[in-house]
């Protein structure tokens, strides 16, 4: 038996700290021993609205968003409506006892914990910002959780903002856990008391999607980045400026996103490691600049984070409407090497891979994620580089007097000199010769697109990888997907060991055998995906023949939810319609 | 680098007369005089007839996209600072899919050196109007004569923050010569405005309308006084085009104040990062 997940959610008003509150809990659970998924919903609003953190806990991995909720903190009248629905039996639900708050809506089953959060904060030295710490602190004491833990988190975060500060928020986690052990003393439970798993040994980063990008490129030797602020990703830019002198790249906030890659471009035309990163609506305008680098074989890599489209769509939401868009923009033919990360992990491993793939292929390279892998945090073993070594393919550190830049080669990959090197060339957005001079002559016109679209092939056959494999070989049932619907999948699958998980990471170019070989047989295929028109089935028939007869699709801006995935894959695998 | 070093097997493709013949002979001719060479410099296009030049020019160039030849200059010049930085671009290019860019550049005083190759039209496409072509201009996209106001490049430049202003007249080689080294050696962004005729499509700004009607500024004028400089600015019109340097200003280049490359540039340091593990921890 899987061990139980709790559901905790923390909800309030934008700047009320629901995001801070809920991280710092999470790590919390991560030092207790636990593994944690977390799951933030806010509006595209700065201050008021709703925001609402799901923390989930298990001794066992979690790795998806749940609708249920085990215990709920409150911070306004708000989160007690929205979300005492979710409340699932014999649930707790802390609130400021103060407030007169309408609890009439809350289940009978639900135990209720009035705590004078606001005042509690006020006698702790700090505002009515300070309740969110003083919700932690009985919180921790209801479900029993180790103090000193949270207290060295706090200690740790507020440290930068100086000691009064730091000094309030321990005072006020203190009331907040004194107030709770002692008024509710005979309902306290014992559910964030240290679990012995392994992660109170190893230790644990508590990472999302943006962050372990920047860590990425950082780790893979990232000297510049040119990166539009834009919702989902804008938590990749904030991250590499912070640490751009002690590491020595440059982050610049360009103008708009037509410079950004276009500026990334031309640092990579001097030799740099080059990143930019976007949304879909931002790679919309950098759509001219992912030709030019493929048409002068310019490196660059590309973060893609995926929200709800098309137009402003759903700023703060997530969807996965972009793959075929990402796939095929621009006009005319490249090499195009998408991969999609279904996790903060797989975030990290690609984005350091595209560098070196984005090198050897002297070609743009571009790793999808979404909105759910952003943003949310999961716990992961402290990310391990010391496999990791640029590779920087075919650049040269000589001169050569015979030097040919776009030098006729069977892999794709001519020899790569950078600007300033001694070496002539013109890195050419015209079809050109060798030298890279302009031409319109057909034999040559021909040769250069055979050389730069070889190099698909080139990497098909040395760096391609086939998708990841979860669950029985021999399932009841294959489900397909591909980005953050890998999470919630394998959160359901821990109740159906007949099932298996085909997890595609690599898009152009397509791993087509593996896939086959992944599907042939299968008794029941089902296609997951967040978009309307099942954009990964579609490629899969494309490259393969197999056409997936069940989807399950949603772009209601939310991720699947493991409650809901679990009943369609009951469903699915009952034979009946989804 | 010698003249005939500079040459490619390419021979220009302009047409008899144009304006870019003699710009592309006075940025060789500095070239030759300052030493730049494919060690120490790089060029960056943007689309259109000027576009062609770094077919011509043996100096290690991109040309790129229609309008952004400025953003990729500062993405060069960012990763390697310590090599000479030229774009050539033109007046569509710049100011029409470009204009954006121009402003921003110049506002962040880039290091760069910027030939704005200003024929009053759009000549590869063969002759529409362009942001800078006169109002009442009569071309294939304005058969009724050009509704549109021209842009004004030497005041949007001054007044987005460029430090070295100028104008100059595509048919005076040693002039351009001496301006486009000035240009080069002033650390920051420098913007001249290469006034250029289009023999085939721009009748017009021609080379004896520009020789009738120019004239170079003397040591009476200060560049320095930029509410006097963004005066000077507004001056074109018979017997009243100023050329020489409009505007100079004092302020720190956008490379001089990025602490992380001020010993080494970007690309002269280590990718390796082994210290990784107090970032990572912060996460844990």
């Known amino acids: 038996m899987p061990a139980p997940v709790l559901s905790l959610k923390i909800g309030g008003e934008a700047g009320q700290g629901v995001k801070s509150a809920g991280l710092m809990l999470a790590k919390f659970a991560t030092r207790a021993g636990f593994n944690i998924y977390d799951y933030l919903e806010y509006p595209s609003l700065i201050r008021g609205g709703h925001n609402v953190m799901q923390i989930n806990i298990s001794a ?144 644990q980063m508590v990472v999302n999607g943006t962050d372990a990008c920047a860590l990425a490129a950082i780790a893979a030797g990232l000297q510049f980045a040119a990166i539009y602020p834009m919702s989902p990703i804008s938590g990749i830019l904030a991250t590499l400026a912070e640490h751009q002198e002690e590491y020595g790249y440059m982050y610049k906030q360009p103008e708009d996103e037509l410079a950004a890659i276009n500026m990334a471009i031309g640092a990579s035309f001097a030799g740099a490691r080059a990143l930019t990163a976007t949304s879909g609506g931002g790679f919309c305008l950098m759509t001219e600049g992912y030709g030019l680098a493929g048409m002068t074989e310019t490196p660059v890599v590309i973060i893609e984070g995926m929200r709800g489209g098309p137009a402003t769509g759903l700023p703060t939401w997530s969807e996965q409407g972009d793959l075929r868009m990402v796939l095929h923009a621009h006009q005319g033919e490249f090499p195009r090497l998408v991969l999609a990360a279904g996790d903060a992990l797989e975030a990290f491993e690609l984005t350091m891979e595209a560098f070196n793939l984005a090198d050897v292929y002297q070609t743009p390279v571009v790793v999808l994620l979404d909105k759910n892998i952003c943003d949310h945090d999961q716990n992961f073993p402290i990310f391990d580089t010391s496999a990791y070594r640029a590779d920087r393919g075919t650049l040269m550190d000589r001169v050569d007097p015979g030097y040919s830049r776009y030098k006729l080669e069977p892999t794709g990959i001519s020899p790569r000199a950078v600007a ?150 009951a469903r699915a695998l009952t034979e009946s319609p989804l | 680098m010698t003249l005939p070093e500079l040459t490619t097997p390419c021979s220009p493709t302009w047409c008899p007369g144009c304006g870019n013949l003699p710009i592309w002979a006075a940025f060789k001719n500095a070239a030759v005089a300052q030493g730049w060479d494919n060690t120490n410099t790089a060029l960056v296009a943007g689309i259109g007839c000027h576009g062609h030049l770094v ?154 309308f520009f020789q009738e009607n120019t004239y170079q500024l003397d040591s009476a004028y200060d560049p320095t006084n930029k509410l006097a400089a963004y005066a000077k600015a507004q001056d074109f019109g018979l017997k009243n085009i100023p050329l020489g340097l409009i505007y100079r200003g004092e302020k720190p280049c956008y490379e001089a104040q990025i602490p992380q490359i001020q010993t080494t540039p970007l690309v002269r340091q280590s990718l390796v990062r082994d210290n990784l593990a107090q970032l990572f921890k912060t996460y844990t």
């Open chain 1, 420 to 569: 300033g090197s001694g070496n002539f060339f013109i890195a050419n957005s015209d079809e050109h010769d060798e030298h890279g001079y302009s031409t319109e002559d057909t034999t040559m016109r021909q040769l250069q697109m055979h050389k730069r679209m070889s190099k698909l092939q080139t990497c098909a056959h040395k760096h391609m990888r086939g998708p990841k494999l979860f669950g029985p070989k021999d399932a009841d049932l294959t489900i397909v997907s591909w980005g953050s619907t890998k999470g919630p999948i394998l959160e359901a699958l821990k109740s159906f060991p007949n099932v298996k998980y085909v997890h595609l990471t690599w898009l152009s170019p397509f791993p087509a055998q593996d896939v086959i070989s992944a599907l042939q047989g299968s008794k029941r295929l089902l296609n997951i995906e967040c978009n309307y028109s099942a954009q990964l089935a579609g490629l899969i028939k494309e490259h393969t023949g197999i056409a997936i007869a069940d989807n399950l699709l949603k772009y209601t801006g939310r991720p699947f939810f493991v409650e809901e995935l679990t009943e369609k894959i």
């Open chain 2, 55 to 208: 077919n011509f020019t043996k100096l290690t160039a991109l040309e790129g996209l229609h309008g952004r030849a400025l953003p990729v200059a500062c993405g060069l010049k960012l990763a390697n600072h310590a090599l000479n930085v030229f774009v050539f671009t033109g007046d569509g290019d710049c100011f029409g899919e470009g204009g954006n860019h121009l402003l921003h550049t110049a506002r962040r005083n880039h290091d760069l050196t910027v030939l704005m190759h200003d024929n009053g039209l759009y000549a590869l496409t063969t002759g529409q109007t362009s942001p800078l072509s006169p109002h009442g201009f009569t071309t294939k996209s304005t058969p009724q004569g050009n509704p549109d106001e021209p842009l004004n490049p030497l005041a949007i430049a001054i007044a987005a923050g460029a430090t070295f202003v100028a104008r100059a007249y595509a048919g005076d080689i040693p002039t351009l010569t001496q301006l486009i080294i000035a240009a080069q050696q002033h650390r920051g962004f420098a913007f001249v405005d290469v006034l250029q005729p289009c023999t085939t499509y721009n009748k017009q700004f021609t080379h004896q």
């Open chain 1, 60 to 203: 066992d991995p979690v790795t998806g968003p749940f609708t249920n909720c085990d215990f709920l903190i409150a911070l306004n009248q708000d989160t007690i409506n929205k979300h005492s629905e979710e409340l699932v039996g014999g649930a707790g639900i802390l609130v400021d006892g103060d407030k007169n708050y309408d609890l009439t809506r809350l289940p009978s089953t639900v135990k209720v914990f009035p705590v004078p959060l606001a005042k509690l904060a006020q006698a702790s030295g700090g505002n009515a910002l300070v309740s969110n710490t003083v919700a932690l602190g009985a919180t921790l004491g209801l479900l029993g959780g180790a103090l000193t833990t949270l207290k060295a988190i706090l200690t740790e975060n507020f440290g930068a903002k100086g000691a009064d500060i730091t000094q309030i928020n321990l005072a006020a986690v203190q009331a907040g856990y004194d107030y709770a052990v002692t008024t509710f003393a005979r309902q306290l439970s014992t559910a964030l008391a240290s679990s012995g798993t392994v992660t109170s040994t190893v230790p």
